[in-house]
């Protein structure tokens, strides 16, 4: 018995609280003084009785022990009826086995016994009870509507079996253990605008120059979008210290951001850099880009160019598009010597993580030790790439170099080699980050500071990575985070909520882009597209298949229909140029398609998933996804080719019934599936058709066989 009245004090304190509940309704329903007088005296002697036989006993207990022993102990056991008796017994039996603490056979139950442990477990807890606010709740795990009122004295109340705590949400779950820098993200809403004012105005809260602003509204741009005005006054400080490009001793805070597709984040990052890196004297490579592909390596160094003009930094590129050694000789003077903090020909290089990598171990005093800013665009995809360990090495290369030691005659002896590596070239002594790494110690300072680099990183996507090891990798320092985050209808628009839909990969995706599903047959996949692309007159479209292969064979099966089509039966019509695009085809050869689409001498793109991502082609109307995407961050891009820069757009996709469930599944998971509608094509609608996709089909099978 006493271990086990150890091993539960809860339980026995709850029933305590029970029982002394029923007890004062019992008093209070007593009505006559006479009687309490009565019952008064009776206790006193039963108090004189007890107090002989086992030591001493309070009021209360001995009130308990008359109501059984006493008087009314016959009339409650007479007064008792069956039913009562009968659940009597059962919760004994009940008890007993659940738990052992009362350990009493039930028919064979011994009144007196009973009474002498109820009594000693109230004489326990009234003591506890001292403590307790009388009108304190019941614990939460004895619920009242599981004490039965009816339950005669002496028995005690069943306790409900323990059972699992529900599981957490997978919203708590998401934002559980989050990098407190995340959950105090700054959230923008994406109609959020900044006016950039004209030429003599002040800068109106942009922080941009004069300069700027003319060369933006030559470009025909008059305002920010929602991620620039978060960014670009930001990364711009007002005062002019602050504006120092190196700042070893109170380094800028890096910035992690979540914007959706077309919503301007290259300006959020290009402007910054250009208006920071004007005020540099000498050339030395301060700002690195890095992007996952060549096509958009181009598109981005275009870019930057258009905005350098009048301003003269040097801009580069590498992404393997001409020979090594071309490339180096774009990027450094000199190659052969050994020369303090390396040697640069540009100011802002823009490059693949591959070819990066063979300059960083490859091209002699190719430096970044002068880096103010490292931008990581596309970020989720280019962490997800190891490309030899890119991101250690540039972090490596990037960071300020370990003070040398110094014996105690004050002679120099680094710790290690520098020369040794080239991809390490002596530190630039003069380098701000630098300084206080080479101080000779008799030089008194008071100064115990480390210094930091002062790059700052620069992280952008639209499907920002929620992985907390990629994040750690990138040892980002006191990161800001922007999220760009409409909220739906009825949608309560909180910090929490923002965070929450990166965490949970609810991504936002343009306000003004229109999403549909086909659900087809396979074997009719190619009609409702060509269907789709007629009946819509399509003229402005990107189509996305799964693999180059199928994006060559797509564009013969649509030559063909093309050509069956015109040749018979609509002569009036004029054709729909379709092209392939996709890694099949040389890069000179990309790019030529892609200026004949940009002209719109090009009507449709077939192309695989290369350019589902970050590529800016402004008229592009409709994208097709003519293989469904399987993930949702490729839904996501491949969708974001349209819809850009707040113009209008159709994303569709063509679903195989058999993919129709997962597909749904994949949306519904990110909170999406009620933003894509439903679209039906009936049979008729696509009959006109099948006579030139039958011709078409033929034409395909002979070209095949010949090869
Ligand atoms: N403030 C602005 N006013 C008008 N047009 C703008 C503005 N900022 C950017 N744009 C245009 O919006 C288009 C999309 O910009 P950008 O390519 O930077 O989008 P993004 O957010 O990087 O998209 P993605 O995630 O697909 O790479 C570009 O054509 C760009 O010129």
Not at 223 to 251: C, G, H, M, W
Not at 425 to 438: E, F, K, T
């Amino acid at each position: 018995m006493a271990t086990t009245d150890v091993a539960a004090p809860k339980k026995t304190k709850a029933k305590a609280r029970y029982l002394k509940k029923k007890k004062e309704k019992r008093k209070q329903r007593a009505k006559v003084a006479k009687v309490e007088s009565e019952k008064k005296a009776k206790k006193a002697r039963k108090a004189e009785h007890v107090n002989e036989e086992s030591g001493s006993e309070d009021d209360e207990d001995e009130e308990e022990e008359m109501n059984v022993d006493e008087e009314p102990q016959i009339p409650v056991v007479i007064e008792k009826t069956e039913r009562e008796k009968k659940k009597e017994k059962k919760r004994k039996n009940l008890d007993s086995s659940l738990s052992g603490k009362h350990d009493v056979p039930g028919p064979e139950i011994e009144p007196a016994e009973f009474e002498l442990d109820h009594d000693e477990e109230k004489e326990q807890d009234e003591g506890e009870d001292i403590e307790i606010d009388a009108d304190q709740e019941p614990p939460t795990q004895v619920p009242a509507e599981d004490i039965e009122p009816e339950l005669p004295l002496g028995v005690l109340p069943s306790f409900p079996l323990p059972s699992h705590p529900d599981a957490p949400s997978k919203s708590t779950l998401a934002l559980q253990g989050l990098d407190k820098h995340i959950t105090e993200a700054e959230i923008v809403h994406p109609s959020t605008v900044l006016p950039i004012p004209g030429e003599g105005a002040e800068e109106g809260g942009t922080r941009l120059s004069e300069k700027t602003r003319r060369r933006l509204k030559d470009l025909g741009i008059t305002e920010l979008f929602a991620v620039q005005t978060a960014l670009i006054p930001y990364l711009i400080p007002q005062s002019k210290i602050e504006r120092n490009l190196y700042r070893p001793f109170d380094p800028p805070r890096d910035v992690c951001v979540s914007a959706p597709t077309g919503s301007g984040k290259t300006l959020a990052y290009v402007l910054p850099i250009l208006e920071l890196l004007q005020t540099r004297v000498v050339t030395r490579l301060r700002a690195l880009v890095v992007l996952p592909t060549r096509d958009l390596v181009a598109q981005v160094r275009e870019t930057f160019e258009v905005l350098n003009k009048g301003r003269g930094l040097k801009i580069g590129s590498v992404s393997g598009q001409q020979s090594f050694a071309h490339e180096q000789s774009q990027l450094v003077h000199d190659r052969h010597s050994d020369l303090l903090g390396g040697s640069s020909k540009v100011d802002i290089l823009i490059c693949t993580p591959g070819r990066l990598m063979d300059h960083l171990l490859g091209t002699p005093n190719f430096s970044l030790q002068h880096l103010r800013f490292l931008v990581v665009d596309e970020a989720d995809r280019l962490l997800a790439q190891s490309f030899q360990d890119w991101l250690s090495q540039v972090l490596s290369a990037i960071r300020t170099p370990k003070k040398p030691d110094w014996d105690h005659d004050d002679t120099l002896t680094a710790t290690t080699d520098l020369s040794e590596d080239i991809s390490h070239p002596y530190p630039d002594g003069l380098a701000p980050n630098n300084l206080q790494s080479l101080s000779l110690p008799s030089i008194p300072t008071f100064l115990h500071e480390e210094p930091e680099s002062s790059c700052q990183k620069l992280l952008f996507s639209a499907t920002l990575t929620r992985d907390p090891g990629k994040i750690a990798m990138l040892e980002l320092r006191n990161p800001k985070y922007v999220i760009v985050q409409g909220h739906g209808e009825g949608e309560e628009s909180t910090k929490e909520s923002g965070v929450l839909k990166v965490m949970m990969e609810k991504f936002a995706m343009p306000e003004s882009l229109k999403e549909h599903m086909i659900v087809t047959d396979s074997m009719k996949k190619p009609l409702i597209m060509f269907h789709l692309v007629h009946s819509h007159n399509v003229t402005n479209a990107l189509v996305f298949t799964k693999s180059a292969e199928s994006t060559t064979r797509l564009l013969r099966l649509f030559e063909f229909f093309e050509e069956a089509r015109t040749a018979t039966g609509q002569k009036q019509s004029t054709s729909i140029i379709a092209k392939a695009y996709s890694s099949d085809l040389g890069f000179q050869e990309r790019k030529t398609i892609l200026e004949d689409f940009k002209a719109q001498k090009i009507n449709i793109l077939i192309c695989s998933d290369l350019i589902s991502r970050g590529m800016d082609i402004s008229h592009v109307s409709h994208v097709v996804s003519y293989d469904a995407p399987v993930d949702i961050r490729k839904y996501v891009h491949r969708a974001g080719r349209t819809a850009r820069a707040g113009r209008e757009g159709d994303a569709w996709t063509l679903v195989e019934e058999q993919e129709a469930r997962y597909f749904k599944k994949m949306l519904s998971d990110a909170d999406h599936l009620k933003n894509v509608k439903r679209m039906k094509i009936s049979e008729s609608a696509t009959e006109p058709l099948v006579p030139y996709y039958e011709s078409a089909l033929d034409s395909l099978r002979k070209a095949y066989a010949r090869q």
